[in-house]
């Protein structure tokens, strides 16, 4: 065998079994991915093998004056080694950021879901006070930090109409939001 033989057989494997990996990890999600700046990005990294998919912040409208809450969801796929299957799912991190002129929610504010009248309670929240970032019109910015599995971000993404309870604090949810959670579900997901 030739060293350029060599050269040209090993140049082959190592382009290859990458690109089947990639191709595999690919396979759970990505059918309804964007590209970066857009509302729902996957970034998947070549060194560890992982993606995360990001649905960056959406307004939520709220009753309550003076305050505002968004909703980020953040999925992050890891690969099996030595499976067939070539990731293994996490859960769905859901985060909220509240800004308002007070303290709005508690320690843990119960996250809860009305979709077409059917309830769904996720995994419960958990709130941090952000006072490092307390603007000079004393606005208080809370992060309330969240998780739903796989089968709850489903059923939120294909309902027409879905209600959300967190704290004291209850909305429907918009259209926009609701279209955001279904391309961030067919990125993360996979489409079905």
Known sequence: MTLANMFFRMTFLCVLIPAIFTAQAGSTGGAGCRQEGEEVERKDDRFTGEATVTLKPQEIITSAPGQRLKVALEYKIKPRRGAAQSVIPEMVNVIFISTAQARVYERDPQLAFLIGGERVRPVPAAVHDDYSRLSSDKVVTQTI?????????????????VEMKLGATEVKLSQNVLTAFRSFAACALGGD
Not at 147 to 161: F, V
């Open 145 to 161: 930090f969240s998780g739903m599995t796989e089968g709850t971000l489903r059923r939120i993404s294909r309902g027409k109409e």
